[in-house]
């Protein structure tokens, strides 16, 4: 995705909070290898576009086999799967249109977290693609799988600088706007009351969730903790890359259509 299809996406994202159209009659099969957090994201955001949801557990047929059967059962596929090359076998043998979830990849997640950041920074009186406003510093603390691809989304807009660090007295850290949090792995670090006394007043605080002890309940009732916010952005991600799906061989409903309408009336009175 370029930096426009980006923006154009959280539109769509935005207007999934109130979706105009529903899919009762679609049915979306989800087909993970294990069940995880982002399975239950995918689940609920299928059924607030209407859609009927089919889980499928692993089996010992080849991953190739399974999903030649399962695409006869419903409307779109999602996968997620160890394999690297999951998503592009899947592509490679199904009919249907299919999402990858995860392991590798991760574009669900670096989507929603870009988001997140769009609207949080919005909310800050910030915008995103802006050429006017500040050098914003992001910090990774620790590492994540979607690292890397939640980089090269960061890369398409202006003026957005990324730090990794490993501690929380790392100067990168305590200057930042944006601290992302990762589960410790051989690190060991806590954000607490007292780094937030520290912190930024306008710092942005994330993470994807589950965590472990990287983070303390302490801090999820101050205003700079966005992770819940993030994990509902999740949501309405995921409703928009479903919606994007399958829309395409529906027509457009009377709220698409009259939407469509006033958008037009509304260009000629600004053009005229």
């Not at 105009?20 to 059924?47: C, D, I, M, W």
């Not at 949501?235 to 939407?259: G, H, K, N």
């Amino acid at each position: 995705m370029n930096k426009q299809e980006v923006l154009d996406f959280f539109t769509k994202v935005d207007q999934m909070r109130h979706p105009r159209r529903q899919y009762p009659n679609k049915t979306v099969v989800h087909f993970f290898h294990e069940p995880v957090r982002s399975l239950h994201s995918f689940q609920a955001a299928s059924y607030r576009l209407g859609c009927n949801v089919l889980t499928i557990e692993p089996s010992q047929e080849s991953f190739e086999d399974t999903v030649k059967t399962i695409q006869h059962y419903g409307d779109a596929l999602i996968i997620k799967h160890p394999d690297s090359d999951s998503h592009r076998r899947a592509m490679a043998v199904s009919r249907i249109p299919v999402i990858q979830a995860g392991v590798h990849g991760q574009t669900t997640q670096s989507l929603t977290d870009v988001y997140t950041i769009y609207k949080e920074l919005l909310y800050r009186g910030i915008e995103l693609d802006s050429l006017d406003r500040k050098v914003i510093h992001l910090t990774f603390l620790g590492y994540g799988r979607h690292t890397q691809t939640l980089v090269n989304y960061l890369e398409l807009f202006p003026k957005i600088v990324c730090h990794y660090a490993t501690e929380l007295s790392a100067p990168e850290v305590v200057d930042t706007d944006i601290l992302y949090v990762f589960p410790v792995q051989n690190e060991s670090y806590c954000v607490n009351k007292e780094f937030l006394s520290t912190a930024k007043p306008t710092l942005i605080l994330m993470h994807a969730l589950p965590r472990q002890e990287e983070i303390s309940a302490e801090v999820d009732t101050n205003p700079r903790s966005v992770y819940f916010h993030q994990s509902e952005n999740g949501i309405y991600v995921r409703m928009a890359q479903l919606d994007q799906v399958l829309s395409v061989r529906c027509c457009p409903t009377f709220a698409e259509c009259l939407w469509m309408f006033l958008t037009a009336v509304c260009s000629l009175r600004f053009f005229r």
